[in-house]
């Protein structure tokens, strides 16, 4: 015959280790929902530690590249000012150098003349000086009259000049009143002993200029011409 096995009913203590369980699954849980959480957290303050290291290096190297950019413009105005400093001290001096280049000769030219005149007598022709200008085929003369005599009476002479050269088409001469630059000049002159003319020649284009002609004709007198070729380019007398 079975035996019948009566054991002794505990509903408390199962539903107590049912709560027990599920109190240990909720900790066990809590636990690691709570380490994912400061995980988090830390990570979200490492992160923002982080950006705002980079952030301050960011405003570091935007303060550093404006120091360094106004330094550069700085320079820059410096390194121009100098450069053209530099410029107008080389005009300056290239400037310099012409005029006393054109003094020199123009010095020359005179002393020739004086030299010259102490043997001349009555009207000549004492000297042609001729510059270069900065301007392509534009020249600057002057011609110098003298009249050596006893009396101090005026003389009137009329001047003619022209100058003789070459172009692509052959030779060429070419009056004064064609290559005058400017306002013409007068070619009836009075004086008494001393005489300087100036003006300017242009040239046109392609005409290489030879020699220079310069004739007067006296008013009044039996020697009435006096006439003097120079040749290119003039410079004393």
């Given at each position: 015959m079975p035996k019948l096995v009566v054991k002794k009913h505990r509903p408390f203590e199962i539903v107590f280790a049912v709560i027990l369980f599920?109190?240990?699954?909720?900790?066990?849980?809590w636990f690691l929902l709570d380490a994912n959480h400061w995980r988090s957290i830390k990570s979200q303050l490492i992160q923002s530690e982080d950006s705002r290291l980079l952030w301050e290096v960011n405003q570091s190297l935007d303060i550093e590249n404006k120091q360094l950019r106004e330094q550069v413009v700085i320079l820059e105005?410096?390194?121009?000012?100098?450069n053209q400093a530099a410029a107008r001290l080389q005009d300056d001096i290239k400037a310099l150098q012409d005029q006393v280049y054109s003094l020199k000769g123009?010095?020359?030219?005179?002393?020739?003349?004086?030299?010259?005149?102490?043997?001349?007598?009555?009207?000549?022709?004492?000297?042609?000086?001729?510059?270069?200008?900065r301007q392509e085929s534009l020249y600057h003369f002057k011609l110098v009259l003298t009249n050596v005599a006893?009396?101090?009476?005026?003389?009137?002479?009329?001047?003619?000049?022209?100058?003789?050269?070459?172009?692509?088409?052959?030779s060429q001469v070419l009056s004064l009143d064609k290559?005058?630059?400017?306002?013409?000049?007068?070619?009836?002159?009075?004086?008494?002993?001393?005489?300087?003319?100036?003006g300017n020649l242009n040239f046109p284009k392609g005409f290489k200029p030879l020699r220079v002609?310069?004739?007067?004709?006296?008013?009044?007198?039996?020697?009435?011409?006096?006439?003097?070729?120079?040749?290119?380019?003039a410079k004393a007398g």
């Open positions: 599920s109190g240990a699954i909720s900790v066990v849980i105005r410096s390194t121009q000012i100098d123009e010095l020359e030219f005179y002393q020739g003349i004086m030299s010259a005149t102490t043997d001349s007598k009555g009207l000549n022709i004492q000297g042609l000086h001729i510059e270069a200008t006893k009396s101090d009476k005026i003389i009137e002479v009329t001047m003619e000049m022209s100058i003789e050269g070459m172009n692509e088409a052959g290559v005058i630059a400017g306002s013409k000049l007068d070619r009836e002159i009075k004086f008494k002993n001393f005489e300087r003319i100036e002609v310069v004739g007067l004709r006296q008013k009044g007198s039996q020697k009435s011409t006096v006439k003097r070729v120079f040749e290119w380019p």
